[in-house]
């Protein structure tokens, strides 16, 4: 959704023009236009229409499309249900005259209406409002802000919807963010119209939310400003309980120094002191590595993360081994720390050492490492937990957990708390596998773009991409050379076979000193073991050392369809990989894909899987090392697969010109001619002559039907 708090937005009220349409998604989901209501037909048309208007005026690709209505499960047929979906909600549209409303943009669609037009983006806008007034010091006008606000509110967001993924997130931020409003309306009104009216109110919203401290320490307030101390002690010992109960620690800083402000009996102390709602410090070491290189090629993804850290408590960076997560972790925190009254701090959980048997025991090892990180005292025999949580309490800060894949659970459970219990606490996660938290919002963090060296072949053209970019930094760092202009092309073949990884592009650069560029280029075949560097982490020495630490993440079933992958050349479909592993293919390939194993990429009306090139070499390996016959046995169903392709659509002397079946197998030429390499290459009497034969008929019909194209 356009940011409300832009400055182009500030000067615009929701209500500066009559809308076109007006969205309503805070309740029932309404949609109307200038003919009347727009009759939208089940859930799934429901939340389409959600889903595009928590993004209004955005392009929203097809593949969050189908997150948000699927969630990590979709069903095969997701693509075609879509776009069935899209064409009834146009009709619907079409008929309260709301045409080309919801309009195709690229690889996705956006829904063209003006952002006031959707109640939420109107409650975000009033809530900006309120806080600069609230910054000129202006109780009464703020309160007025936040109520026009609220009452926007019918019910629970999306209540009639079905949303997953981001959207679930952008649901939980809309929540959070009514709650914290609605704090802040009861704290304006406390200082402008008096705190008669709101006991009432905030004793239902203290048993509605019962961990929520401001709301306790609002209403502690309001009864001691109308002359009932007694009563406001009593709920600062019923918050005590509540707190203890749940969470088993003791109120934060803020509510008991209003406790010993009723205590004393100073009103004076007890208002502005909840209404202003003053930054609280924390008692931590704030403080975050500090980069000796420059972070590259990566500006794109720092803006996106910033920005969304300003709507979401809870982002995950993922990615492959090596991709850079740390180093783009590091780089928003700086870049936001002082966005934070507490700063930003920082946790790498690395050196745990895994598997740990018990769930318990692993959140206590992970809350303990964060402990020591942020510098807070433990009493002995404390619980690290109960400490983390008291220590942040009452802190604004952002803390950034890095590693988090190995101890996944215990970070699940950790930061679940955390962010229940410290509601100005943000976390930035980086693993390779997400940690499935409600509210949490993913953020992918792909390889650097690479060079075609068959396109790209002067240095200036190769220059131009980040991952050259990369490598030519680090070369100059440790030589003071740049790169040649004959070495154009064996750059941009480094960076096509280190698949844009700045671990490898980094470890690549290493060596340069002693290598020329294309005898760096000749030793990729071994770039599992060339590439090392002893000054790193124990988990990041080498590509191979990153690769193990992936590969030991995974389930038994996981690391055996791994290896069977191995064997495909370009990618691969479901289909083709059912071929290998056809027990729960869609269950253990998932799997991989969750834990950045395995790239997924959209495919005409489907989706196609490939590993990346370091990866695959690392599988190939593991493969090519097992005894028990396991090599043969996916090559052979690998060709097996293939020639039932061909087969398949072999054509007849009378068939007409096939361009779609050419097209199709083309996407398959470099699995086609692994296949027709490795049934030729067998030595065993009974290689059926069917796979030679059937593959390079196709190779021939293929050749002929491209020339008579070209005729």
């Given at each position: ?180 409003a609605t704090e802040d309306r009861w ?80 009103a004076k102390d007890v208002g502005p ?321 969750d834990k950045s194993v395995v790239m ?112």
């Amino acid at each position: 959704m356009t940011d409300p708090t832009s400055d182009s937005m500030r000067a615009r009220s929701p209500a500066s023009r009559p809308p076109r349409a007006v969205v309503r998604l805070l309740g029932l989901l309404e949609v109307l236009g200038p003919a009347g209501r727009v009759h939208l037909v089940g859930v799934r048309q429901r939340t389409l229409v959600a889903l595009l208007a928590l993004r209004v005026g955005e392009i929203v690709t097809y593949e969050r499309l189908v997150d948000g209505l699927w969630g990590e499960d979709p069903p095969v047929t997701a693509m075609a249900s879509l776009r069935s979906h899209v064409a009834r909600v146009r009709r619907a549209l079409a008929d309260a005259d709301l045409p080309e409303v919801l309009a195709t943009r690229g690889r996705g669609y956006s829904l063209d209406l003006d952002p006031g037009s959707v109640d939420a983006w109107r409650f975000e806008w009033h809530v900006s409002a309120a806080r600069r007034e609230s910054a000129r010091e202006e109780p009464a006008r703020v309160a007025e802000e936040l109520s026009r606000g609220l009452d926007l509110w019918r019910a629970d967001v999306l209540v009639d919807c079905q949303v997953w993924g981001w959207a679930d997130g952008e649901a939980a931020r809309l929540r959070e963010l009514r709650l914290s409003a609605t704090e802040d309306r009861w704290a304006a009104g406390l200082r402008s119209a008096g705190p008669v009216e709101a006991i009432g109110e905030l004793e239902r919203l203290v048993g509605a939310h019962p961990l929520r401290e401001r709301l306790w320490e609002l209403l502690m307030a309001a009864l001691h400003l109308t002359g009932r101390p007694g009563e406001a002690l009593a709920v600062y010992q019923r918050a005590r309980a509540v707190l203890a109960a749940a969470l088993g620690v003791e109120p934060g800083t803020a509510m008991r120094r209003l406790h010993a402000a009723i205590l004393a009996d100073n009103a004076k102390d007890v208002g502005p002191q909840v209404a202003l709602d003053v930054p609280r410090r924390p008692h931590v070491a704030s403080g975050l590595p500090v980069p000796l290189t420059e972070l590259i090629g990566r500006d794109s993804e720092l803006d996106a993360v910033i920005a969304l850290l300003r709507s979401h408590r809870l982002i995950t960076l993922t990615g492959a081994g090596g991709c850079g997560k740390t180093r783009l972790g590091i780089a928003v925190a700086s870049h936001v720390a002082g966005d934070f009254a507490d700063g930003a701090c920082f946790a790498d959980l690395s050196p745990i050492e895994a598997p740990i048997e018990s769930p318990i025991e692993e959140s206590h090892m992970v809350a303990a490492t964060v402990v020591a990180s942020l510098g807070l005292r433990v009493r002995p025999g404390s619980d690290p937990e109960r400490t983390l949580i008291a220590g942040l309490r009452d802190c604004e800060l952002l803390l950034v957990l890095d590693n988090c894949e190995h101890v996944r659970d215990g970070c699940r459970s950790l930061v679940r708390r955390l962010l229940s219990a410290c509601p100005r606490v943000r976390v930035l996660a980086t693993t390779r596998i997400r940690l499935a938290v409600p509210g949490e919002l993913v953020r992918h963090v792909p390889p650097l773009p690479v060079p075609d060296p068959c396109r790209h072949g002067t240095l200036a053209e190769v220059m131009a991409f980040p991952s050259a970019q990369l490598f030519q930094a680090r070369v100059w760092e440790r030589t003071g050379a740049r790169i040649a202009e004959a070495d154009a092309r064996a750059l941009a073949r480094v960076c096509v076979e280190l698949d844009g990884l700045p671990l490898a592009l980094e470890l690549a650069a290493a060596t340069k000193p002693m290598l020329t560029m294309s005898e760096i280029a000749d030793r990729l075949g071994d770039r599992l073991h060339v590439f090392s560097d002893r000054a790193t982490m124990p988990s990041h020495r080498s590509l191979n050392a990153t690769l193990d630490w992936s590969y030991e993440l995974l389930s038994a079933s996981e690391q055996a369809l791994l290896r069977r992958l191995a064997v495909f050349a370009g990618g691969f479909t479901l289909d083709a990989a059912q071929a290998l592993w056809p027990e729960e293919t869609l269950t253990v390939l998932g799997a991989l894909v969750d834990k950045s194993v395995v790239m997924t990429e959209q495919y005409g009306s489907g989706s196609r899987y490939r590993l990346l090139e370091t990866v695959r070499a690392y599988a190939a390996e593991r493969l090519a090392r097992t005894v028990s016959g396991e090599e043969a046995e996916a090559r052979d169903a690998h060709a097996e697969y293939f020639l039932r392709l061909v087969r398949a659509g072999d054509r007849r002397e009378d068939d007409p010109e096939d361009q779609d079946r050419f097209d199709r197998l083309a996407g398959e030429h470099d699995n086609l001619r692994a296949a027709m390499s490795w049934v030729s290459a067998r030595q065993s009497g009974d290689t059926d002559p069917r796979f030679v034969l059937a593959l390079r008929r196709y190779f021939d019909q293929r050749d002929h039907h491209q020339g008579t194209r070209g005729a």
